[in-house]
């Protein structure tokens, strides 16, 4: 699994193989990644939850064992900082270990938040794929050629997207579409998922929270959009048609 963020831009099924998540944005803090397997049981090596105690020998905190950090993340003992409020930067999470499982749910706790007056926050995503570690690239953070899904939580509306912009996408390659195929095709919804730090009644405590299901080859996502309990499905998508590997 892969957990990984990047700034404003300037310029299946769970198989055993399986690992990855990604996050993308300007100023996001990653709160907390809860993962559940089949029956309710915790996946302990794809969860994290702070405080984050951790310290390597250099002095930087640590997730976790299980997770490694990369581009401008920054571990703190109460959140993960994937990136700077600054554009053009990326960071990201991942874990080392597979899923192992063939359905899941994972819940995700997020912000996305800058102080500029125009572009702030942008974009986060979690990606599911082969790679057992982070190929960074041109697609919400990642390299268009991975074989998996990923949901990308995306606040800025990029041109080549067009009309078709949506704050919350599915993507989905078997390793073998263009960058243009997996970006023109996708399902999604909006939700209101951005925080402005300058305004009067921002707090440390805002949050936004995603839940991605798979069942079999289904493949949903709900969304909290303040954290306040009130979810809404977003989109769920068949993964059979894509040949995904189990």
Known sequence: MVAGGGGRR???RAGAGRSGVILVVACLMALATMMVGVGGEMMEAHTFIAPFNDVQVDGKRLVSKDWTSGGETQV??????LTPDRQSKRGALW????LGVDAFTATLKFRMHGQGKKFFGDGIAFWITQNPYWA???VHGVSHAFTGV?????????????ARHRDVAVFINDGSRSREDVIGGFDGCDASLRYHGERADFSVTNSS?????????TFSVQIDPRGNGNWFQCT???????????
Do not use: C, I, W
């Open 10 to 12: 300037g310029g299946a």
């Open 76 to 81: 703190n003992q109460n959140f993960v900082r």
């Open 95 to 98: 874990s080392h270990n597979p």
């Open 136 to 138: 960074e690239g041109d």
């Open 150 to 162: 990923g949901v990308a939580f995306d606040t800025f509306k990029n041109t080549e997207h067009g």
């Open 209 to 217: 929270r995603a839940k991605v299901t798979l069942e079999g080859t």
């Open 236 to 246: 769920t998508v068949d993964l059979a048609p894509y040949n995904l590997p189990e």
